[in-house]
């Protein structure tokens, strides 16, 4: 089995957030977070980072939908509109072309669950590169859990004392920042699943220059 260290990054630097969130509010509750770390410390401090990371990525996937819901969807299915600034107009119609040669449906089919797309990356990483695609995904996943992180760490704040709701709204634009570069993250994963797709078995590498009008990875 392949080790996949960023998968686990992940998950502990999110909870790890509201760990700290938690250990300055309620010292009492975890008093290891505020002492020096012995072994044994720094390890059960792992394990609860580990679980309380799980079960805030598990707010992250509501937390997306609500975003997505207001953003018309999940990128991936913005080439099923009439226009998009995910594609350029010639790739939406290289896509359409592609689409109906491999799997006889057009573009508008994207829109209709995420099975179709499955099907477009798992043929990207048999035949093509997907190292950018996983590089995207991995750091929307990311900022997805610290977005839920801090916006938790705000509601703990006014838990412990209202009064201090100016700190809380600081907590809250800082999941609103991190909330924005899992947008970010999102659109270019939704891209590069494209561009890549596009690029393989002789239908042409996509234009760079294309690519490079439609913004940075970062």
Same mark, same amino acid.
């Given at each position: 089995?392949?080790?996949?260290?960023?998968?686990?990054?992940?998950?502990?630097?999110?909870?790890?957030?509201?760990? &700290?969130?938690? /250990?300055?509010?309620?010292?009492? #509750?975890?008093? +290891?977070? @505020? =002492?020096?770390?012995?072994?044994?410390?720094? %390890?059960?401090?792992?394990?609860?980072?580990?679980?309380?990371?799980?079960?805030?990525?598990?707010?992250?996937? &509501?937390?997306? /939908?609500?975003?997505?819901?207001? #953003?018309?969807? +999940?990128? @991936? =299915?913005?080439?099923?509109?009439?226009?998009? %600034?995910?594609?350029?107009?010639?790739?939406?119609?290289?896509?359409?072309?592609?689409?109906?040669?491999?799997?006889?449906?057009?573009?508008?089919?994207?829109?209709?669950?995420?099975?179709?797309?499955?099907?477009?990356?798992?043929?990207?990483?048999?035949?093509?590169?997907?190292?950018?695609?996983?590089?995207?995904?991995?750091?929307?996943?990311?900022?997805?859990?610290?977005?839920?992180?801090?916006?938790?760490?705000?509601?703990?704040?006014?838990?412990?004392?209202?009064?201090?709701?100016?700190?809380?709204?600081?907590?809250?634009?800082?999941?609103?920042?991190?909330?924005?570069?899992?947008?970010?993250?999102?659109?270019?994963?939704?891209?590069?699943?494209?561009?890549?797709?596009?690029?393989?078995?002789?239908?042409?590498?996509?234009?760079?220059?294309?690519?490079?009008?439609?913004?940075?990875?970062?």
């Amino acid at each position: 089995m392949k080790f996949d260290a960023y998968e686990y990054v992940g998950v502990i630097v999110p909870g790890s957030v509201v760990l &700290v969130a938690c /250990s300055t509010l309620y010292p009492n #509750a975890l008093p +290891m977070m @505020t =002492s020096t770390l012995s072994v044994g410390d720094l %390890g059960l401090t792992l394990i609860l980072a580990f679980v309380a990371g799980h079960l805030l990525q598990a707010g992250g996937n &509501v937390w997306e /939908s609500i975003i997505w819901w207001f #953003a018309g969807g +999940m990128p @991936t =299915s913005w080439p099923a509109k009439t226009t998009t %600034g995910l594609l350029s107009e010639s790739q939406l119609l290289r896509l359409d072309e592609r689409l109906r040669h491999d799997f006889g449906c057009g573009r508008d089919k994207v829109d209709s669950g995420r099975g179709l797309i499955r099907e477009i990356v798992v043929r990207v990483r048999q035949d093509g590169d997907a190292d950018r695609i996983d590089k995207f995904n991995r750091n929307y996943g990311l900022m997805r859990g610290i977005a839920v992180a801090f916006i938790v760490s705000a509601g703990l704040v006014l838990l412990q004392d209202r009064s201090l709701w100016p700190e809380a709204v600081g907590v809250v634009v800082i999941a609103g920042i991190a909330t924005y570069r899992m947008i970010r993250f999102g659109i270019h994963y939704a891209r590069e699943v494209y561009a890549e797709y596009l690029s393989l078995g002789g239908t042409g590498a996509v234009d760079d220059t294309e690519l490079n009008d439609q913004g940075s990875s970062t």
